[in-house]
């Protein structure tokens, strides 16, 4: 069932770097408030700090995902996308990306495939938020 979002991408503000957008995957347990609020929020932790992560499909996201409950499937504003192995990891922020020119992260190693971390709630566009069976 498509989703009305509050936001559109690319995000309106003028401070990003690249143009690289992409449909990408998420399962969460907070599917109702996602739709409720029309838009996605940073979790408090993750494999490189607080951000909204994705993968390239739902197979591949079932097997990354920390919950259950909802699918996710937007289109994400990557925009210039920073590519760091696991060994690299360290707390990122959106500030911090900024500063280093970049609007998002990807995990390029996991063995689940790529995990794709943007940090601002303004990059992601819901496309389908519904139960997961």
């Given at each position: 069932m498509p989703c009305f979002s509050y936001y559109r991408v690319p995000p309106k503000r003028g401070n990003?770097?690249?143009?690289e957008v992409r449909t990408l995957w998420h399962i969460t347990a907070y599917g109702q408030e996602i739709k409720d609020a029309?838009?996605?929020e940073r979790g408090s932790q993750g494999m490189v700090g607080a951000g909204i992560y994705f993968a390239d499909s739902l197979a591949d996201c079932r097997q990354k995902a920390h919950s259950t409950g909802w699918k996710v499937r937007a289109s994400v504003f990557l925009g210039?996308?920073?590519n760091i192995a696991k060994s690299e990891i360290k707390n990122y922020s959106f500030r911090r990306l900024q500063q280093e020119g970049y609007?998002?992260?990807c995990v390029t190693d996991c063995v689940t495939g790529p995990e794709y971390i943007v940090f601002n709630r303004d990059q992601v566009q819901l496309l389908q938020v519904e139960r997961d069976q």
């Open positions: 990003t770097y690249g143009s029309r838009r996605m210039k996308r920073k609007d998002s992260l």
